[in-house]
């Protein structure tokens, strides 16, 4: 037993209690790291086996019948993992190295499933570089999840779509008419229950509902 060890065990502020929590505290943040960064490896073999066919040469006709039968992965995923490994691969490399996740807050290593929200994001014509250095930085930065960056990727896509005069109109006119109907629908069965109309008039207001029903299902 070194003079350090038994400095540290006989100060009086010591616990042991203390220790089990730091040293758990570290391995769950290190496994973190490892389940978010796990994919990689998988993505990169399957990525070679991809490029040079070698699903051929195991008697397989195309690449997704290997994944399945072999490793049980359906073809979507497959073609996932291997596009997105692609993209990091292109444009994050760094990404791929051990020293990325180790020198990183377990927060800001960013998962499979958020890089492939940013894959996405980058083939996005309507996005420009500011959008997705946005994103990249709410994935890298700010630790933001899959979903929470989905989200955030659709507002900037209908912030960029174009505005069409005439679809606009349509839809302004749409939800008059749901006002209406719902405001009619509300007078009727005040009507119904209050007896306050003759029949002829309530008659009149169900043909008016059933056209303007009729209006909306278009």
């Known amino acids: 037993m070194n003079s350090t060890d038994y400095s540290i065990k006989n100060n009086p502020r010591y616990r042991k209690d203390d220790l089990i929590s730091d040293t ?18 998988l993505g990169q073999v399957l990525w070679t086996i991809w490029e040079d066919k070698i699903y051929y040469t195991w008697g397989y006709e195309k690449f997704e019948y290997f994944t399945e039968k072999e490793i049980g992965i359906k073809k979507n995923v497959a073609l996932k993992l291997l596009k997105t490994y692609s993209f990091i691969e292109q444009n994050e490399p760094a990404y791929l190295d051990k020293e990325f996740s180790d020198n990183r807050e377990a927060l800001k290593v960013p998962g499979y499933e958020e890089i492939n929200v940013l894959r996405l994001a980058r083939s ?27 989200k955030d ?47 002829e008039i309530v008659n009149e207001a169900n043909v008016l509902l059933q056209k303007l029903e009729s209006q909306i299902e278009r």
């Open 124 to 150: 996005r014509k309507e996005l420009n570089r500011d959008d997705f250095m946005h994103l990249k930085h709410q994935v890298f930065e700010k630790g933001k999840d899959a979903a929470a960056v989905r």
């Open 153 to 199: 990727l659709t507002t900037i896509m209908k912030e960029r779509k174009p505005v069409d005069p005439e679809e606009e109109r349509e839809k302004r006119n749409e939800e008059a008419v749901r006002k209406l109907l719902n405001s009619l629908k509300s007078f009727k069965k005040d009507m119904d229950v209050l007896k306050l109309l003759p029949d």
């Open 24 to 41: 758990l505290k570290e391995q769950v943040v290190q496994y973190s790291k490892d389940f978010k960064t796990s994919w990689v490896n």
